[in-house]
């Protein structure tokens, strides 16, 4: 797919129609997390991020990729760890315990 569907309310923010007046980004990617022996754990995350800005020289691109958008994603992702308690998410994990079983092995 090249876009999130019109009406999804991600973070907050409702996806819009599309319009072809303006230019999406296009990003696929995935993460890994891995629990470590001493409680910590070690997170990975694959991008392929097109940023559809042609203008814009690829040292540039490369320093926002590499800097900026990993920052942002921590912090959002850290942002939403602190709201775990009570949401939707702990009751999902809760409700799908065998799909979380490979996780607390």
């Known amino acids: 797919f090249k876009s999130v569907n019109p009406g999804t ?3 907050g ?9 303006y230019t999406r980004i296009e990003l696929n990617g ?3 997390m891995e629990l470590l022996d001493d409680g910590s754990v070690r997170f990975k995350q694959l991008m392929n991020l097109d940023l559809k800005l042609n203008i814009v020289p690829p040292f540039v691109l490369n320093a926002i990729s590499k800097g900026l958008l990993p920052i942002e994603f921590t912090s959002n992702l850290l942002a939403k760890l602190k709201k775990w308690d009570g949401s939707i998410w702990e009751q999902r994990s809760k409700e799908n315990l065998a799909l979380y079983d490979d996780i607390r092995e």
């Open 13 to 21: 923010f409702k996806v819009p129609e599309y319009n072809p007046k």
């Open 30 to 32: 995935t993460y890994y």
């Open 9 to 11: 309310v991600i973070d």
